[in-house]
C-alpha cells in the first residue's frame, strides 16, 4: 500500500499536477495509515516483535573471573576444531574448550575443560590461546602438557555484543552485564 502510495506521489510531482493542497492531503493519508485507531494502541496490538531467545547475563567482574581449568566432560554443542602440537581442542559454542592429548590420533585422550563463557573462537601462536571471550579478546597461556593455564591478558570490549540467533539485542541489561549465551525459550 505504501509502495503504491510513493509511485503516485512521484508521478503527480512528475506531471506536475501537485499543489500545497494535495501534498498535504498526501502527507496526511500517510500518517493516518501508520497511526492506530481502533483498541488502545498498545504493543500487542500492532504486532511488536517478541523474540524466542533469552539472554545470558553475567556481570563483568564475573567475566573477568571464569576463566578456569576444569575436569573434562562430555561434548554437547561442539564448535570449531583446532590442532596444536599434540593437542586437539574443540570448542563447546559460548561455554568454553576442551582439550585433549591427541598424541595417538587413533584415540585422542580427554585431558580438561577450559572454561570461557561467551567463548566462541580461539587463535593459537606457541602456547598461548587468543580467545574470543564474549566482548572481550584474552590471552591465555597454557603449559604443553594442559595442566595448567594463566590469563596473561584482557582487552575489553574488542567485539561486538553478541546478538541472538535471530538477531535481536539484550535491551534489558544492566550497565555492567555481558551476554555470554542465548537460549531458546517456549512461548
Known sequence: ?????????????????????????????????????????????IGMYQSPYEAVLITREALEASVELKESRPIVNSGKIYVKDNLLI??????????????????????????????TDIAIRNNMLYINQAVDLIAVMVTPNAETITVTKRIRNTFPEMLAPDGSYAYDKAEDEVVVNWIETLN
Open 1 to 45: 500500500m505504501t509502495q503504491r502510495l510513493m509511485q503516485l506521489f512521484i508521478y503527480l510531482k512528475t506531471t506536475k499536477m501537485m499543489n500545497k493542497k494535495l501534498l498535504y492531503c498526501f502527507v496526511l493519508s500517510i500518517l493516518v495509515q501508520s497511526c492506530c485507531f481502533y483498541g488502545d494502541c498498545t504493543d500487542d496490538d
Open 90 to 119: 574443540i570448542n563447546e559454542k559460548n561455554e568454553g574448550f576442551h582439550i585433549y592429548d591427541n598424541s595417538n590420533p587413533e584415540h585422542p585422550v580427554a585431558l580438561n575443560f577450559l572454561k570461557t563463557p561467551g567463548a
